[in-house]
C-alpha cells in the first residue's frame, strides 16, 4: 500500500519521498547468469528491419530446453542505430529469466516507446509500425516469441520477478525528491540531464525507482531506461546491479570520452555514454549504502539467484 509522506507528519517537508511498503522477498532465478556456452552453436532467426533512415537485421537465439527457451536478441549493422545495441543486452538478460510474464511486461513497455520514425515491420501475415528502434526490436522479440510458442506463461507458472516488485505509482501532484546529474560527450554532441526519481520505503531506505532523461542524446537511449527503470522496481538491489554491471563496459564506436568519474573526481575515459550512465546510477546507489562501487548488494535479500545449466543447458526451475 502506498502512503503519502504528508499523513506521517505535520507539514509536507521541503524533501520530500514517496513512501512505498516493501514486498517480501520472493525467491526468484536466473536461468543464466551469462550468455550460456554453446560449442555448438544454437538456433537463430535473424529479422530485417528497414526505416526511413537506418538499415539493421535482428537476430533472436534460442535454445530447446523440453521447449524453445530465446535467450537473447542483437541488433546486426555495420552502423546500428546508437545505444540499440545496449537495449538489446539488457533485454537478452531478462530473456534469460525464468519468469515469462515479467519479459512480457518488458516487451510491452519497449514496444510502446515512440520516436519520429516510420518503421514498417512486414512480419509472416502481418504489417506492424513502429515508430522508434527500440519499438521495432520489442515487436520483433514478441513474434518470435509468437512463432515459438512461449510468450505467455502458463496458467499458474511462477513469476518470481513480478512478485518481487516494489510498488511504485508516479509521485502525484506533490512530487518526489530526485537526484540528477550530466552527461556531456563533445565529440557526439550529446548533452543531456539524468534524473533519477526516489521514494523512500517503510524501513526509512531511500531507493532511486526510475530512470529520466532531458536534452540531446540518442532516442533509442529511451528504451534503456525504460528497462532500467522496471528494474530499479525490483525489491533486490541486486538485480538492478546485475544489469548496471553490464553495462560499464559497453564500447560504441567512435564513442570514448573524458568525463568525472563520481565519487573520485577524476576524469577518466569512459567507451561510451552507456557506460558513464551506468557508472553514475551505480555510484548513487552506492551513496545511498544500497550497492558497493563494484556494484554488488550491501545487503544480500536472494531474490536473484544464479542457477548455471547443465552441458544440454537445461535447468531445473527454482523452488
Known sequence: ???DQSSLAGTLPANRRTIVAMPDPILGSLRWPNRPKLPEGNPCWTYMVEGTREQYAVAVGHVENGRPHPFEVWVLANEQPRCLGAMAKTLSADMRTQDRAWLTRKLE??????????????????????SSNTAAVARIVQYRLNQLGVANPEEGEATPLVDALLPVRDAGHEGTLSWTADIKNPSSGDDFTVFLPEVQTED????????????????????????LTMDMAVVDVAWIGMKLRKLLDYDEPMGSFLAKTPGTGKTERYSSIVAYLARLILHRYATLGLLTASGYPVVEMGVMVSVPGDASNVVPIAA
Do not use: F, N
Not at 520514425?117 to 513502429?130: F, M, Q, S, V, Y
Not at 532531458?214 to 532516442?219: A, I, K, T
Open 109 to 130: 513497455v519497449l514496444a510502446s516507446v515512440t520516436g519520429d520514425l516510420a518503421i514498417d515491420l512486414p512480419l509472416g501475415t502481418e504489417r506492424l509500425l513502429a
Open 204 to 227: 526509512g531506505q531511500h531507493r532511486p525507482v526510475a530512470v529520466r532523461l532531458s536534452g540531446r542524446y540518442p532516442r533509442d537511449l529511451d528504451g534503456l531506461a525504460a528497462i
Open 1 to 3: 500500500m502506498q502512503k
